[in-house]
């Protein structure tokens, strides 16, 4: 859990979209909220317990409140269903500080957003600064119909309004977004930022790469890991090389649960292997990772991983713990 939370009020709260909401959120006492860059989200503590981490779609320059918009989710486990059934305006609820892993890149560059659905959201945020400090960039909105696309009157209200284009699924052929054809004229100064449900963000990965995209210009978050079969998990064991300490990880035991049972804290946010707040070093052994954060090619050289979901090729795994 992250130490850094607050408190804030429910200022507002819209329907934007069919299956979407959004909430602005302000302090209690009126004050200014800490500061946040474009791409960062909060965990959202709701009363039943679940922690859900949405990012925030507001203008990065406005403190005066956080906008977060949550789709629901149709086999919601209680995250997005909570949001939408119970929190109303005027509601008090327990969030963190800003986090950013998913940040825009610094320097001169272009900047390609691509958003899927909710994963407007960040990219929306993303938009707004890059606006307002004179970035270039350009936005790709793709969602099933006009009638769940969230924010469609804000942004054709936006003074970018003309850096946007729309592709609908249950519209016209000739609107629908042709990525490779994006993809392959981009220059090699242009950053690549993704955001939405699994299948659209592998599809503009996978293209991208394909195109030759270099894993540096892309950006990505995901914010939903897709089950996982655990039948065959084993157990393991690791080892704290700052203590020398061995734990023995069971199958059905998470490294950072097997951890916290030792009296060993991991600090954790998602536990889905999404935000990256686990993220450790590994120092030795073959971790098996399951995460959604770190690239292939961060995968590939073995030296971290995130042991709320990821687990082990090898017997043992030696962690900079
Ligand atoms: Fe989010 Fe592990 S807690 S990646």
Redesign the pocket.
Known sequence: MNDSTMTVRVARRNIEAEGVVSFELASLDGRELPAFDAGSHIDVYLPAGHVRQYSLCSAPHDRSRYQIAVLREPQSRGGSAGMHDVIREGDELRVSTPRNHFALAAGPAKHLLLAGGIGLTPLLCMAQHLDRSGGDFEMHYCARSRSRAAFLERLANASWAGRVQYHFDDEDEHQRLRLDALLEDADANTHLYVCGPQGFMNAVLDAARANGWPENRLHYEFFAAPAVDTSSDGAFEVCLARTGKTVSIPADRSVTQALADVGVDVP???????????VTRVLEGEPEHR?L?LSPEEQARNDQF?P??SRSKSRRLVLDL
């Open positions: 954790v946010s998602c536990e889905q292997g999404i935000c990256g707040t686990c995460d954060f995130m709320c979901c």
